[in-house]
């Protein structure tokens, strides 16, 4: 990830490194957001382990924060990379469906289905809360899917006093 590229933890991706890789989610390389590659100094040290290792472009799997980090990489140092979108946010301009999004949907679905059995046989009321950050596409898929009184998505705000009587309503 970013914070491999600036503390030169480079791995070459052997078939051994990558053999199951498939079956597992993508976080499996430890990559994740790095507010640090957001500062010139530490964009600098990361293309500087590039360049000791002959790296001359980069292919980055990840999502909005991920390609934004790149773009400000290839202003600084011209280093051409190319985008996987594999966010569960489903976030990305131009991409209908990211990797992650599928596979975070099926398993908030598996959680939704356990949930509701219980939920029905105890006369409960559940929340399921998703990732998605400042997108709603997980959370609306998800309510949809998973038959939903409510949702909330974060492009649209939500009436507290709305949503408590409808939780009252459900309970009488």
Known sequence: GLEGLIDGKIKEATR???NDMIYRGGTLLRSSRSKRFF???FRKQAYEHLKERNIDKL????GDGSFRALNDFFNDFE???????????NDIAGTDFTIGFDTALNVVMEAIDRLRDT????KRISVVEVMGRHCG??????AVAGGAEYVIVPEK???KNE?????DDGIS
């Open 39 to 41: 500062d010139y100094e």
């Open 16 to 18: 051994e490194l990558t």
């Open 119 to 122: 939920s029905t046989s105890h």
């Open 137 to 142: 596409d997980l959370a609306m898929s998800a």
């Open 79 to 89: 280093v051409p990379f190319a985008g996987i979108p594999a966010t569960i946010d």
């Open 157 to 159: 705000g939500f009436d």
């Open 59 to 62: 292919i980055i799997m990840g």
């Open 163 to 167: 949503l408590l009587a409808q939780i």
